[in-house]
Structures are given as structure tokens and as C-alpha cells.
């Protein structure tokens, strides 16, 4: 796509807590493994409560840029680490983003680099195991490779994908009841990164063409 609207970009966030909501027991038994077994049920809440406020919206009354940041003040309001990452993520590629309510593959570009800056800026990958941040920076570097030598942003999407998945990929074996709905069957992984790919996937099924 070349020209990206508001009902786009309310579209994706649709789509991510779609994809949330449909695993979010798969991620909290994942969190159980080394956090509160609860980020399944942080993050339905928190893009659920987003999707709420985004469909009371007209698409046409808004732009972009305060799609990303509805989104960020939604986040915001979730007592939790990875919803406070992903409210700078989005806030940060809301603030990239030109007053106009119809955008461009260029502008998008800079709100997904925007949004992987947000949560690279507040962690570090492997501390102590894989987290979110260990899926979002291949995913960036997958992502500007791909516009580096000239993709579309479906292309550029498709990649960032599948980067996000092999970088969340674990380093050690787990149980077969661990078994992850992508990925390899006999290893855990981190539920942050788990979230985390769930996340770029709903934005290249939302966003890109399907090829």
C-alpha cells in the first residue's frame, strides 16, 4: 500500500489485540517460567482497553499520529513494565508522524523505527534470558535492510516478522507443555518475546499484503 488512513492504522491495533487476546493463556504460561504468569492477561487488558477506545472513533476525525497516541495514554494507564514499553513505543511513533490523516510508506517507516526505539531505549536483550527487546531489534534491523535495498513496506514487514521470530527464539529446552504455537516445539520461550512477535505479525497481516 502506498497511502496508509487512520482506519489503517486502528485496523492494525485491532489486529494485534486480536492476536493478544486469541494467545493470551499461551503467554502467561510462558510467564510462569520466570515472571508473574500474568503478561497474557496484562496485555489483552491493555490492547483490549485500547480497541475499545479506538472504535468509538471516526476515522475520519483523527489522524495517525493520535491513533499512535490514544494508544500510548491507553497503555499508559496498565500497571505494568511491558505496558509502559509499549506506551513509549507508541508514543514515540506517534510523535514521527505528520499532522495529516493520510500518510505515506516513508512515514510509516519512521513510526516503526520510532516504536522499536521505544522499547529498545528501556531494555537490554538477554537479561538475564531473551525478552522483547531480543524480537524487536532483529526485527528493526530486518526491517531497514529491507528498505535499504529499495522493499515495499510489505516486504519490509514480511521481513521484520520473521526476524522478530528468530530472534525471540529460545536458547535452552523446555517441557512439551510449553509447546509454542510458532516456532520450535521443545523450547520456551520468553513471554515478552512471545507478545512481542505476536505483535509485528498482527502489523504485517494488517498492513501488508499477503503474497
Known amino acids: 500500500m502506498s497511502d496508509i488512513t487512520s482506519f489503517d492504522i486502528i485496523g492494525m491495533f485491532s489486529e494485534i489485540a486480536v492476536s493478544v487476546s486469541r494467545h493470551a493463556l499461551w503467554l502467561s504460561r510462558l510467564d510462569t517460567i520466570s515472571g508473574d504468569g500474568d503478561h497474557g492477561e496484562v496485555m489483552t487488558a491493555a490492547f483490549t482497553a485500547m480497541e475499545r ?16 497516541d ?8 496498565i500497571d505494568s513494565h ?22 505515506q510508506e516513508s512515514d510509516f517507516d519512521r513510526a516503526f ?15 538475564p534470558d531473551k525478552n522483547m ?18 522493499e515495499s513496506l510489505n516486504d519490509c514487514l514480511w521481513a521484520a516478522a520473521g526476524a522478530a521470530l528468530e530472534g525471540a527464539e529460545p536458547e535452552h529446552d523446555g517441557s512439551p507443555s510449553d509447546a509454542l504455537p510458532f516456532g520450535h516445539p521443545d523450547k520456551v520461550m520468553n ?18 499484503e499477503e503474497e
Open 191 to 208: 513471554a515478552g518475546a512471545a507478545s512481542a512477535v505476536l505483535v509485528i505479525r498482527a502489523m504485517r497481516y494488517a498492513l501488508a
Open 133 to 150: 527487546v531480543d524480537a524487536w531489534q532483529p526485527a528493526l534491523d530486518a526491517y531497514r535492510a529491507a528498505k535499504n535495498a529499495g
Open 53 to 68: 477506545k479506538l472504535a468509538a472513533l471516526d476515522p475520519n476525525g483523527i489522524t495517525p499520529a493520535g491513533v499512535f
Open 113 to 127: 523505527e520510532a516504536m522499536a526505539g521505544g522499547i529498545l531505549a528501556h531494555g537490554e536483550a538477554h537479561d
Open 82 to 103: 511491558s505496558a509502559r514499553l509499549y506506551a513509549s513505543a507508541f508514543r514515540r511513533a506517534g510523535s514521527t508522524l505528520p499532522g495529516r490523516k493520510v500518510i
Open 70 to 77: 490514544m494508544a500510548a495514554e491507553t497503555f499508559l494507564t
